[in-house]
Nanobody, 125 residues
């Protein structure tokens, strides 16, 4: 059973940085994708970023491109979301999600089988 544990959320001011971590375990297949989604109050869950382990392909949504970076540390079984120049509109619950057996980025929440518990990010002055 794949397990995902997020950490790193918090309350920051506009322009600050945060790094979210998603520590994973339990993958049984060689290829998988891990993504970050976020959901703000009253809004639908949206894909923020995705990384595929097979070739390191990544995806960043237009709203975070140039500010956020996704990366992975195989030794620590962890995927990171580095968030810079945070804006109030980045405020949301952030979720790590995973799916096995894929070699390309996936942007729909319905394509992911495993989810973490979420971590809250609040950007406010």
């Amino acid at each position: 059973q794949v397990q995902l544990v997020e950490s790193g959320g918090g309350l920051v001011q506009p322009g600050d940085s945060l790094r979210l971590s998603c520590t994973y375990s339990g993958f049984t297949r060689e290829s998988y994708a891990i993504a970050w989604f976020r959901q703000a109050p009253g809004k639908e869950r949206e894909a923020v970023s995705c990384i595929v382990n097979s070739d390191g392909s990544t995806y960043l949504s237009d709203s975070v491109k140039g500010r956020f970076t996704i990366s992975r540390d195989y030794a620590k079984n962890t995927v990171y979301l580095q968030m810079n120049a945070l804006k109030p509109e980045d405020t949301a619950d952030y979720y790590c999600a995973a799916v096995e057996g894929v070699r390309w980025v996936l942007r729909s929440q319905y394509e992911y089988d495993y989810w973490g518990q979420g971590t809250q990010v609040t950007v406010s002055s």
